[in-house]
C-alpha cells in the first residue's frame, strides 16, 4: 500500500529557507506523480509543485515560481521541496500526494494518496 510521510516544516523568519521532505513507500513501480500543496486557514488548497516520476518534468504555481525548487532522490524514495526566500504567504500546512498519472498535474482531484501534512510558518 503506498504511503507518503511529510517532514521538514517550521517556523522560520521572511527570507528563510526549508526543505520539505516526502517519503514514499509501497510504490510497485516508479510512475506517477508526485505533487506539494498547501492549505492555509480559511483558504482552499493550493498545487504548489509536481514532479513526474518518469519523465521528471516539473511545474510550479506562479507563486512560488524562481523560490521553491522540487527534487527526487530514487534511491531514497524521496521527493522534496526546497523552499527559499520564503514569505509569510507561504504560512500552510503543506502535504505531499500521489496520483497515477504521469503526466504532471498540480490538480488535488486527480491525486489519490495524501501524506498527514507539515506545518509551515513563516514569520518574524
Known amino acids: 500500500q503506498l504511503q507518503l510521510v511529510e517532514s521538514g516544516g517550521g517556523l522560520v523568519q521572511p527570507g528563510g529557507s526549508l526543505r520539505l521532505s516526502c517519503a514514499t513507500s509501497?510504490?510497485?513501480?516508479?510512475?506517477?506523480?508526485i505533487g506539494w500543496f498547501r492549505q492555509a486557514p480559511g483558504k482552499e488548497r493550493e498545487g504548489v509543485s509536481c514532479i513526474s516520476m518518469t519523465a521528471g518534468s516539473t511545474r510550479y504555481a506562479d507563486s512560488v515560481k524562481g523560490r521553491f525548487t522540487i527534487s527526487r532522490d530514487d534511491a531514497k524514495n524521496t521527493v522534496y521541496l526546497q523552499m527559499n526566500s520564503l514569505k509569510p504567504e507561504d504560512t500552510a500546512l503543506y502535504h505531499c500526494a500521489a496520483a497515477i498519472f504521469n503526466v504532471c498535474t498540480m490538480d488535488p482531484r486527480l491525486f489519490r494518496t495524501w501524506g498527514q501534512g507539515t506545518q509551515v510558518i513563516v514569520s518574524s
Open positions: 509501497g510504490f510497485t513501480s516508479r510512475s506517477g506523480t
